[in-house]
Structure formats: structure tokens, C-alpha cells
């Protein structure tokens, strides 16, 4: 699986919207690109994924890059819940479904 | 709630002593996964089963096993217990490639 690189942490203000960028340079054609959250210690959460559309659910919106090196995760009206460690899994769909979870993000949301 | 179950919440043992950890996937899932997490290592693949059968290891010690049940039901055996053993265990389940739910997790305590 491709590795990505995610920015250690980011605080966001509650109410605005909150954009987390990911890195996955060497991504291959086949390799799906995931968000995940942990909320301090409780099971990861998914939230979105995508090939190379942009996706939007109700949790946040997913904008992966033409040449679908880097993405971002946008949630769009933080809240202080909204607190966690995000984690963007590349991760081929085919035969494979180990999630393989780098450092995250750990985001901050404050009042 | 993502729907995933794991028993016991909390174990507290000693070192080379044997625990065994249990999950209960959604229903309906056929996959489950076993991740270890600790404060050093982060969130590490351990093994995969799919309807019974084993799918994919990953980082996963030569003192542990796991085995998925005919009722899909699937446990964690963890022996030879080392302080380093100690971690939250996760347990997901999934529906083929889909995204993972988590369950709450095991946090094991080796004294």
C-alpha cells in the first residue's frame, strides 16, 4: 500500500470548517484513499473514502487531487466531538483489506 | 455503536500467563480483523479471517492465534504474556472490501 503523509497536528475553531490534508505521492491506479478517526482511545471510526470523484457523506467531504497524489478531508462545521486523531489509509481494494495506519492527525477542536 | 462487540473491556494479568479476547462482528459481516494498539507502535494489523478462514497476517507474534467460529464469532489468544503485551486490542468486521467498523476494544494489562 501507498504510504501518506499527514501533518502531526492542527487545531480548528468550533464552528468553522475544518481541512485535512493528506500526501500519497506513490499511489497506484487501484488504491482507494480512506479517512478514519480515533476519538481518544475508543475504536476507529470511518468516515469516507474514494477512488478519484470527490465524495461528500454526511459526516465530511473527501477532495482528492487530479493526479490523485494528495488529498483533503473536509469536515465541515467542526465541533468540540469533532476532536480526534484522523488517519488517511491508502489501500487497494482487491485482495488486501488490512488497514495500515500511519501517525494521523491530531485535530483539535476548540471553543 | 458501531455494532461490534469485544469482551472483557479491561484484563489485567501477568506475565506468561494466557488470555483470550473475544468479538462478536455485525451481523452479517463475514470479515474480521484484529489490530493491536500501543503507545509506541500505533494501530498495527494483526490478522484477518474471512467466513472461518485466515486471509492475511500482519505483525502478528508467533505466541498469538486467532481463529474465526462458525457463528463468526472470532477470539484472540494471546500467550507467554511479555510486559509489551500490553495494548488496546480492536477487533472490526466488515462486508468483503467495505469499510471497517471497529468494536470498543480490550485494553490488556501485563504486570
Not at chain 1, 470511518?46 to 483533503?72: C, F, P, V, W
Not at chain 2, 494479568?13 to 455485525?26: D, E, F, K
Not at chain 2, 472490526?92 to 501485563?110: D, H, K, M, W
Request: proline residues 4%; hydrophobic residues 30%; glycine residues 6%.
Amino acid at each position: 500500500d501507498a504510504k501518506t503523509t499527514q501533518p502531526p497536528s492542527m487545531d480548528c475553531a468550533e464552528g468553522r470548517a475544518a481541512n485535512l490534508p493528506c500526501n500519497h505521492s506513490t499511489i497506484s491506479g487501484n488504491e482507494y484513499v480512506y479517512w478514519y478517526r480515533q476519538i481518544h482511545s475508543q475504536g476507529p471510526q470511518y468516515i469516507i473514502h474514494g477512488l478519484k470523484n470527490n465524495e461528500t457523506n454526511e459526516m465530511a467531504s473527501l477532495i482528492i487531487t487530479e493526479d490523485r497524489k494528495s488529498s483533503t478531508l473536509i469536515l465541515p462545521h467542526a465541533t468540540l466531538r469533532d476532536t480526534a486523531v484522523y488517519y488517511c489509509i491508502v489501500r487497494a481494494s482487491s485482495n488486501d483489506y488490512k488497514l495500515s495506519f500511519g501517525a494521523g492527525t491530531t485535530v483539535t477542536v476548540r471553543a | 455503536d458501531s455494532g461490534v462487540t469485544q469482551t472483557p473491556k479491561h484484563l489485567i494479568t501477568a506475565t506468561g500467563q494466557r488470555v483470550t479476547l473475544r468479538c462478536s462482528p455485525r451481523s452479517g459481516d463475514l470479515s474480521v480483523y484484529w489490530y493491536q494498539q500501543s503507545l509506541d507502535q500505533g494501530l498495527q494489523f494483526l490478522i484477518h479471517y474471512y467466513n472461518g478462514e485466515e486471509r492475511a497476517k500482519g505483525n502478528i507474534l508467533e505466541r498469538f492465534s486467532a481463529q474465526q467460529f462458525p457463528d463468526l464469532h472470532s477470539e484472540l489468544n494471546l500467550s507467554s504474556l511479555e510486559l509489551g503485551d500490553s495494548a488496546l486490542y480492536f477487533c472490526a468486521s466488515s462486508r468483503l472490501a467495505n469499510e471497517q467498523f471497529f468494536g470498543p476494544g480490550t485494553r490488556l494489562t501485563v504486570l
